[in-house]
């Protein structure tokens, strides 16, 4: 019997929820997140976005396959193409510049994450890359989801960041997260419990650096 993403959440189960049910997410639902917390998210997330692309294109250096090559691609054209020009959009509308962005210094929680995914992959193959992205790209699917499934969850204009939870819950990042675990799955249905063992070690270091990426925000506003 082989190992599918579950295992992994389940590898790392309690920082995993820690993740997913961070004070900042549940702030966030709440709309209680202090504007100075969520605005320094956001500077970082745009420099985060930067290097997640980066990270395609080392998937496609690393693609052994077409399809895999082809699939590295899209993602890269999809962040350079759309998803940067979305977010410096939704920046500007915090009052966040698109000058301000391009001068940001780095937060010491983005070179972490970023660099230890990037890193992760120049070592590794092309299943540790996506392993170690996936927290990010499975996981914010899942922190919308996990929002809207709770009582305390403000939806609509109640919530100034009604827009971030609509984004990440909308169907086109839905089709996103689940054709992830599809390509997750079926590779990791194939690894031996030693190589399973390996890909645990880096999903829970993922996820806890995306731990500190959340709290970055709470500390700033403190």
Known sequence: MGYCFTDLTTSCHTDWRAYIEHDFVRQLGIATLPEPAFRHYLKQDYLFLIHFARAYALAAYKSPTLADLRQAHEGLKAIVDVELGLHVSFCQEWGISEDELAQLPEARATLAYTRYVLDTGNRGDLLD??????????????????LNAQPFTLRGAKNPYDAWIAMYASEEYQAARQAELEWLNARLADVTPARFAELSRIFHDATRLEIDFWQMGLDLAH
Do not use: R
Not at 129 to 146: E, M, Q, R, S, T
């Open 129 to 146: 890359l996506h392993v170690a992205l996936a927290p990010c790209l499975v996981g914010y699917g899942d922190i919308a989801n996990w």
